[in-house]
């Protein structure tokens, strides 16, 4: 089953709610919320800290479960995850695929008030590398249609499946 549609620039360009995401708008922290504000705060900074945030962009309600990778590495080009950045904000980056269509997460929150501004981009190089392994898997099908094997037919050069 592909990960991704076929056109995912037309799809991103094209689409209402990627078009609304793709503005920076208001996003807030979502997580624990039947807990007070202090404790949700301390399980923000560490959920950040073990690389995943439950974030909502608040104009659309567009719920999201980001994961990132919140090593502190000092080589990395970029950081996902960012408590350096500007001080009382974290700053996040998080690739994904969105109904077919690659796309980054890229915005800050506040540390005390839980909320931010961010966007949704269109991740043009992982919709490379997604679209040519999509190519691959349309002419594996096309492959085994051709031998007459049918969409279950094993792919070529692979042994069927002894359960």
Sequence with gaps: MPRVVPDQKSKFDGDELFRRLCRETEVRYTGYRERGIDERRMR???DCRK?????????SGTNLQLYFNANLNPF?????C???????????RSN?????VCVR?????????????????????????????????????????QRGGGPGAPPLGGAPMAW
């Design 76 to 80: 990395a080009q970029e950081q996902e």
């Design 105 to 145: 997460f890229r915005g800050w929150l506040d540390l005390e008030r839980l909320d931010g501004i961010a966007c949704l981009e269109y991740d043009e190089l992982r919709a490379l590398q997604e679209d040519a392994q999509l190519c691959e898997q349309i002419e594996s099908y096309k492959q085994r249609m």
């Design 44 to 46: 923000f900074v560490g």
């Design 96 to 100: 994904f695929i969105m109904n077919g």
């Design 82 to 92: 960012d408590f350096e950045k500007e001080r009382g904000k974290v700053h996040l």
């Design 51 to 59: 690389g995943y945030a439950e974030i909502c962009f608040v104009a």
